[in-house]
């Protein structure tokens, strides 16, 4: 036997009143802290190079790592070193041709990513 039944309640959502307040504003812009050099500007233009600093390595050690690493396989593979191709050793149309085709799409790469950073850390200063 059950005990007597309770009438089936809707569940309601109880939420405060002021979930749908304006945020305070603050007392001035996280842009005038950056202008003034507090220390909380000093920690957002931290973070600022410390990410373009972090792109500009890492694009660096791959450029340079790729470029140096091609006349390492030349002198680990030598029968790599005496091939032609378009009339030219492959050596010097990799080393002499095709390089800076590479640096001007790495240029490229770094200024289209640099912008984007600076884009997102405006974001970042006018949201708080």
Do not use: K
Request: proline share 9%.
């Amino acid at each position: 036997m059950t005990g007597p039944q309770r009438p089936h309640r809707q569940r309601v959502v109880v939420t405060s009143p002021r979930t749908r307040a304006p945020r305070a504003p603050r007392p001035y812009p996280a842009s005038r802290e950056i202008d003034e050099g507090s220390s909380l500007g000093t920690v957002y233009m931290r973070s600022l190079i410390r990410t373009q600093r972090r792109l500009g390595m890492l694009l660096c050690v791959v450029v340079c790592g790729s470029i140096t690493a091609l006349p390492l396989v030349f002198a680990v593979a030598p029968h790599v070193a005496t091939q032609r191709l378009f009339g030219l050793s492959l050596p010097w149309l990799l080393l002499g041709v095709l390089v800076f085709p590479v640096l001007v799409l790495a240029g490229w790469f770094y200024v289209r990513q640099s912008e984007r950073n600076e884009r997102e850390f405006a974001e970042l200063v006018e949201r708080s």
